[in-house]
């Protein structure tokens, strides 16, 4: 299986790079950065590239792959809904519209949140814009997408959030989201838990196209 992976240096992708290197069945991944991370490993390559809004110039390097596992987001924290859409919906839409065309027999995996809101109309800005990004990519004639919805996340295996405040804030919690992780998997799960079940989505399929945090653990 080759995997394109979107969104290597933050937290989620740190975690599912770490599951995609381990996994046999992973032959190649390819993951698609706007500066190196310098990560080595002969399974992975890096591709550079500063434009995250127009993938054409490097639409011969993403065919031939069987999963894309889509992990960039930023927090919507301090940020006006047309900011917080350009980066969560153009650019998710901007790779998965590409990809969809050139890569039709592909599974595109998604990382969005828990409240997600489907019907787009909600109070909440950052709901709404995921819901928007969750719907308009379960519309692509892909041969399987799956919206991953987890909740609290775990970080594990020395990784690191970039964004200071969040690590600092799995820092201060990190025994606390360890302990609700085995009393309420239904709420919390783990940066390897996700990584393991994108691959057996890809691999298996899934039992529904969104998935929320207990089902994420099930797989």
């Known amino acids: 299986m080759n995997v394109l992976l979107f ?9 599912v790079v770490r599951e995609c290197l381990l996994d046999s069945d992973a032959e190649r991944v390819l993951s698609i950065v706007r500066a190196p991370t310098g990560q080595g490993d002969p399974k992975l390559r890096e591709l550079v590239h500063k434009d995250f809004f127009d993938f054409t110039a490097i639409e011969g390097e993403l ?4 999963a894309c596992f889509f992990c960039l987001g930023v927090s919507s924290v301090g940020m006006k809904e047309a900011d917080y859409r350009r980066v969560t919906y153009d650019i998710t839409l901007a790779a998965a519209r590409l990809l969809a065309r050139i890569n039709p027999a592909m599974t595109f995996v998604y990382v969005s949140g828990l409240g997600t809101d489907s019907s787009e109309h909600g109070r909440t800005m950052w709901a709404r814009v995921k819901g928007k990004t969750e719907n308009d990519l379960l519309r692509l004639p892909f041969k399987a997408a799956y919206m991953f919805r987890p909740g609290g996340i775990v970080p594990l295996h020395g990784v690191r959030s970039k964004t ?4 600092t804030t799995y820092t201060v919690l990190g025994p606390l ?3 609700l992780y085995r009393l309420f998997p239904q709420y919390v799960t783990t940066t390897e838990q996700i990584g393991r079940a994108m691959l057996r989505a890809a691999k298996l399929g899934a039992p529904k196209s969104i998935l929320e945090t207990s089902d994420i653990n099930k797989l």
């Open 177 to 179: 989201l360890r302990l």
């Open 63 to 66: 065919s031939g792959y069987d």
């Open 7 to 15: 969104g290597a240096s933050g937290m989620v992708g740190q975690g």
């Open 164 to 167: 200071g405040f969040v690590q």
